[in-house]
């Protein structure tokens, strides 16, 4: 795609979720776009939230993970080039300087709309023996390979992950499927800081029940080894480890979008508008890199998430390409499995609320996840967040070994909606023996509110 | 409890779902209430809805879908007299005449306050033979029971199975697992009727491929045997049956609402306001005999399920206990598994849009239950029916292995909040890889539809 023609220049920085997305809803709006897209790693397009599975082994081959391939994505007309790092933006040229990484040389670019979807980046904790080998953060591909190589050549007895976030939990049941004995350091008096304390125990005792071995409020403050990692000390106890997985949070790659003077919000995430525009004319943003409008909260908020980055690429792609499409918001919601557990949660925990400054109330209630007579039914626990006065609902949290990856979509849709914890109890919801008890527990759990 | 006590007094004629859940209510609202519950049957407080899992044996005793006896509600301080059949309401006298079917004894009480909750019958077609030794409906835990002790003793062979409605559907798959060889026999030309044609063709295979006969168009003609069963003639064609199943409809048990002047709304049930009042002063009617209104079309409707009857009686029992209780009405959601399959709708089908008088537009989309590269995903048909121009949500099913149950709520909900298509396609829903794809299905269709 030769730059001395006519055709409007989109450069893409970064082709995974938002970026690829973007890029392939632009080249359908606007056939007329010449679209390129410089990615880091060495891969495209790929569902990161699949590569704890590949760990584990459940999908057979790690790049299982990928949808499509540059050379997929060349037959669109997009030009998808890998292990090419973008290491400045020019707002004023509008140009971009670039590094092949395999070759070396460094070139510019031009562009006559940039996107920026650089993502998120694993926090890695600045202590001594962080980047020992056998240490290993996940965000790529290439990480996903490089953790499932670890475990097949060397088979790890025994493995410490730092941090009990979703990753830090998924990677504990890949990591276990692989005979690794493991322990979970957490700093936090709790995991899964998306869910209340009471209900994150739930999630605990499931670990334990699986024989992970979990220290709460154990700071990780040291790695040490020889040629590979042999041990992780947090809270003052050493734990031997021949694996160490960092999933101490994510943070996003802002870097680029800083030097360039593209403006962070509050949360320190990229400030976005409903389309996806930065305060530079002719610079997007969408994806783990930007903020997303909470509708919860009424402000910006930074919750990297897949759903997310393809929506909010979609968005840019279509306004890219001269449509007019607007990023409705999120109200945060996630689900994560762990062993046979499921957690979910949308909108506010009441820890968040009440840290947002709501006046909080919460209901709680453990119901079936069958009709009572059914067998093989499960409890499921909800808690339900919600102003008090008002009875707008503020979040909800379920946990249970089935029916709540979607259960918790229905408190989506009550944030979306706006609606009182009374009005959810409302809802026609559908009912049969195998799939609920005549009372859904939201249901319950709701009408047990008092606003 | 003896009537010169100064105390109000409750008389509730039907003693299921909405009844016993009024009487409840209203007893936990007003302990000074006298409350009497008269049912036909010989249980009270059962989930009809398990009587098929009890039939197929994956409930233990039929009985275990009984939630309360009698005895546990008498120390409630209520009195639930089974076996109680109420031949009259007499509204000037304030009085019902009750015969107790077991001592053929005949007497009048008094009340201040009625409940009618008789609940629905099934329907018996009027052909020859309908009253054979073989020919079951199914309501009571005494038609489940019933039919327990025919497969048990009888063994059949084969058996037909009269409509294919939902529970029809159910009971298919329990007389299946007794290894009853089964034709299914419907007058319409699709099972199902919630779903339209091309949905509820979903459902025709699965019954197929489980080795089902299925018969559209066929409608029954005859039913003979000599001391029992033998045969069923439906469209001229002859089936031997040693089992015969009439799941042919439901209507509501308004014989003694339309005796006593209780006024029946369009749809044939009783007519409610939105405190569960008839017309008559005193008189409250809830449950699956009654009507109830419909958010989606904005006019009463009778959709006979256990969520509405448990609802309603509650919204009942605290109004007739002197509290303010309102029913925010139905959108009719409902779910039925069907073997390995799982169908579900809410709101209205295309068929039933159109015939309401809406300018219709569907869309249909096809996705996985998990993300692409997760094994053990099965894809979910998706189709929403909404305004055209306006966009507003009308309606919609879906059908497949797993993850339909609860999927189905998020539409419902939509059709609570009154939101267009487009508004559906916003929302932000969990995703996790083993859980959904990252578009889940019901984002895929709604963002394919073009106002």
Not at 75 to 96: N, W
Not at 342 to 349: E, H, Q, R
Request: proline share 5%; charged share 20%.
């Amino acid at each position: 795609m030769s730059t001395n023609q006519p055709s409007e220049r989109l450069i893409v920085i970064g082709g995974v979720a938002a970026g690829m997305s973007a890029a392939a809803k632009a080249r359908r709006s606007n056939p007329g776009l010449a679209i390129t897209v410089y990615e880091q790693s060495g891969y495209v397009s790929y569902g990161a939230c699949g590569l704890p599975y590949a760990i584990k082994g459940e999908i057979a081959r790690v790049e299982d993970v990928v949808v499509r391939t540059p050379e997929q994505f060349a037959k669109q007309g997009i030009s998808a080039l890998v292990r090419h790092e973008v290491l400045a933006i020019t707002p004023d040229a509008r140009a971009v300087t670039v590094r092949n990484l395999e070759s070396g040389a460094v070139f510019e670019d031009h562009y006559d709309k940039l996107l920026l979807t650089t993502g998120g980046a694993a926090s890695r904790i600045p202590i001594p023996g962080a980047d020992m080998p056998g240490v290993f953060t996940l965000r790529t591909v290439e990480d996903g390979l490089a953790i499932k190589a670890w475990l097949d050549e060397l088979r790890p007895a025994r493995g410490v992950i730092i941090g009990g976030g979703y990753i830090g939990l998924e990677l504990a049941e890949a990591l276990a499927a692989h005979g690794v004995a493991l322990t979970v350091v957490e700093r936090l008096p709790q995991l899964q800081p998306s869910l209340d304390i009471e209900m994150a125990s739930h999630v605990q005792a499931e670990l334990e029940r699986q024989g992970v071995d979990v220290r709460l409020e154990h700071g990780v403050e040291a790695i040490s080894g020889d040629d590979r990692v042999r041990e992780v000390t947090a809270g003052g106890v050493r734990f031997p480890a021949e694996i160490v997985i960092m999933a101490a949070g994510v943070r996003p790659s802002v870097g680029l979008a800083s030097a360039a003077g593209i403006a962070l919000g509050p949360t320190g995430a990229v400030a976005v508008d409903d389309h996806q525009r930065t305060n530079l004319p002719g610079i997007w943003s969408a994806g783990d890199v930007a903020e997303a409008h909470h509708l919860v909260t009424g402000r910006p908020a930074w919750v990297p998430l897949g759903t997310t980055a393809n929506k909010q690429g979609k968005v840019a792609g279509t306004n890219i390409a001269g449509g007019d499409a607007r990023f409705g918001g999120i109200v945060g919601t996630s689900v994560v499995k762990v062993f046979d557990l499921t957690a979910a949660s949308s909108g506010l925990s009441e820890e968040r609320a009440r840290a947002e400054g709501f006046s909080v109330k919460t209901v709680s209630a453990t119901a079936g996840s069958r009709a009572h007579y059914m067998p093989g039914g499960h409890p499921i626990h909800v808690k339900l967040v919600y102003e008090a006065g008002s009875g707008r609902m503020l979040g909800g949290q379920l946990v249970g070994r089935e029916g709540v990856a979607q259960r918790v979509d229905v408190i989506a849709a009550a944030l979306h909606a706006g609606w009182t914890v009374e009005q959810l109890g409302e809802l026609d919801l559908a009912y049969a023996p195998p799939f609920s008890p005549v009372w859904d527990p939201i249901l319950v759990a709701a009408n047990l509110a008092r606003q």
